[in-house]
């Protein structure tokens, strides 16, 4: 019984320590084009990813599903045909000491959601409804097709809500959240607290310069190497050596983390906008060797095949990649905690040959003429056939990619 207890404890603080997330919410009102962001920087012991679509509901929907959940019983961010969209980070702070068991079915309550609210206020009255304990521990943001942008503190009593449009809450127009809440007890239980200053002062520097944008965040921030408490970048302290060169830093607190999962931005609409037009571009695998690719809910589940669910590797296939690339940057194979020293040198060097730097002009590519279509989409002139058009020439321009650059088949 003794030896049960102790291996349950590991288990809890090792998922304790990996289901940690950085995320945020950001209002119209201060993005580049006017229109609400959701991002969620997953960092989970459920490596593996992949995008799914889903008709099951009183709405269909679409977001980032675990490779493994074959039934597809959860979503971690994801949004559905009103232009509605969610996401979480798990919270360590706002049931402290109350002794009730969590189940941990964020996933599956967001999904619920996705297939059955169209605005905040259903939520907020699916939230209600829901029987006391919730047993429920999260941080969940949430945008809508009206502009609506806000986060729900949810414990297991109910939610206090942030208004991401009220310049009371949100002065800049966006709110973050990591692994604890505002309305809980900060201390050593939650977490996340680095993180949260380093994603703070990256956004703020965007929106005074008027540059908030999905590019900026899938870019700039689910991708930095900055550490807002050592005030120390590690692409200018080791990025720029020869290749093949080394250099390990300690990887700790940073927003890409050993445990990041995927990375998803998910762009809304204006109010009184098509709601067709809400999209999501989807780093899916190890943010810092997998690549953004854009998906419209409007063609349903024809979108790149690298994205889905593959029988034979059982996951998909850019996530695969993703994480067959991740070994060159944690190269360490012996010690306990090998897995906290990021090779830097893999991803980024001085003849521009890391993987990071590699990727980079392909997404740049995939960005500029991803945006196109999304403008040609306001103006309502663009059909399915060419939004799959498009899908088909990312598929093979990743998978050319990936064979060309790495020798990896996709």
Partial sequence: MKLKIIILSFILSLSFYTDACTTAVISGKYTKDGRPLLWKNRDTWAINNIIRFFDDGKYACIGLVNSKDLKGKSIWIGYNETGFAIMNSASYNLNIGDGIKQTGHEGQLMKKALQNCK?????????????????????????????????????????????????????????????????????????????????????????????????????????????????????????????????????????????????????????????????????????????????????????????????????SPICNAALTLKKQCFPIRWGKYERRYLNVNAISNAEGTGITQIIKPYENKIFSKGNRLIDEMRNNTVSKSKIEDYYTWVNAYVKKMYKKEFNLDL
């Fill in 119 to 315: 605005t905040l206020a259903d939520f907020e009255a699916m939230l209600d409804s829901i029987p006391k304990p919730t047993r429920l521990e999260a941080n969940f943001g949430v945008i809508d097709g009206n502009g609506g942008a806000a986060y729900y503190e949810l414990n297991n009593k109910g939610y206090v809500k942030f208004n991401a449009n009220d310049p009371k809450v949100a002065p800049f127009g966006y709110i973050i959240r990591t692994n604890y809440s505002h309305t809980g007890k900060l201390g050593t239980e939650s977490s996340g607290y680095i993180r949260y200053n380093t994603a703070n002062e990256l956004f703020y520097n965007a929106v005074s310069t008027n540059t908030m944008d999905a590019q900026f965040i899938s870019r700039k921030v689910s991708r930095t190497l900055y550490h807002s408490l050592i005030k120390e970048d590690l692409y200018q302290k080791y990025g720029n050596r020869p290749a093949n060169t080394p250099a390990f830093a300690a990887f700790g607190d940073y927003i890409p983390r050993t445990g990041s999962s995927s990375s998803v931005v998910i762009q809304g609409v204006k109010k009184n906008e098509n709601p067709d037009n809400t999209m999501m571009w989807a780093t899916v695998g190890f943010p810092l060797t997998s690549i953004a690719i854009p998906v419209w809910i409007k063609t349903k589940n024809k979108f790149p095949d690298i994205l889905k669910y593959n029988k034979k590797i059982e996951d």
